[in-house]
């Protein structure tokens, strides 16, 4: 079945670097864009960035905009996001979720990322 | 930036009445990419409808979804005890991609 995984949350000082992976299974993953979207605790939704199927687009919202790098490797199905200087204000639960072309769909079952000393 | 803003920010009904939940957008939403997302506590965002009003694959066709332009309506016929989460509108028109806060379903 469509299944993403996400990992690679865990604590992490402020300053600090993380990256976060999402394997793909179940279906072509290299025929599909990709998102990054964060929730902070007991907060909504809030969309960070998005890959092409190809690679060749990508897009960012401008509060992680410099700092964090989407990118992808098509032969291990597995998409990345790469979060350098980190904030205390990035702690959240991070998911990926697979573009339908009109909305999101999938998503991963998200990964906590805490940004603390 | 399109700001989608929900109301209510609760809404306390019984199982087996109906909902009428709203996203109004601050921009017209370009081709209705307007979708709507249910999440249960401690899971990811299930898609409920995109393109306003069509429904995802496997949902209830008590869920339903309306409007065009600035306003649209996730209604859900008969509620079942199930649906008592909270759901997110979302546009996918224009960038950056942006959601609303949050509608919160509550057992009255």
């Known amino acids: 079945q469509v299944q993403l995984v996400e990992s690679g949350g865990g604590v992490v000082q402020p300053g600090k670097s993380l990256r976060l992976s999402c394997a793909a299974s179940?279906?072509?993953?290299?025929?599909?864009?990709f998102h990054w979207v964060r929730q902070a605790p007991g907060k909504g939704l809030e969309w960070l960035a998005f890959?092409?199927?190809?690679?060749?687009?990508?897009y960012y919202t401008d509060s992680v905009k410099g700092r964090f790098t989407i990118s992808r490797d098509n032969s291990k199905n597995t998409l990345y996001l790469q979060m350098n200087t980190l904030r205390a204000a990035d702690t959240a639960v991070y998911y990926c979720?697979?573009?339908?072309?009109?909305?999101?769909?999938?998503w991963g079952q998200g990964t906590l990322v805490t940004v603390s000393s | 930036e399109i700001v989608l803003t929900q109301s209510p920010g609760t809404l306390s009904l019984s199982p087996g009445e109906k909902a009428t939940l709203s996203c109004r957008a601050s921009?017209?939403?370009?081709?209705?990419?307007l979708a709507w997302y249910q999440q249960k506590p401690g899971q990811a965002p299930r898609l409920l409808i995109f393109g306003a009003s069509s429904r995802a694959t496997g949902i209830p066709d008590r869920f339903s979804g309306s409007g065009s332009e600035t306003d649209f309506t996730l209604t859900i016929s008969r509620l079942e005890p199930e649906d008592f989460v909270v759901y997110y509108c979302?546009?996918?028109?224009?960038?950056?991609?942006?959601f609303g806060q949050g509608t919160r379903l509550e057992i009255k």
């Open positions: 921009q017209t939403v370009s081709s209705n990419y």
């Open positions: 179940g279906f072509t993953f290299s025929g599909y864009g």
């Open positions: 890959m092409s199927y190809d690679g060749s687009n990508k």
């Open positions: 979302q546009q996918y028109g224009g960038s950056p991609i942006t």
């Open positions: 979720a697979r573009d339908h072309g009109e909305a999101f769909d999938p």
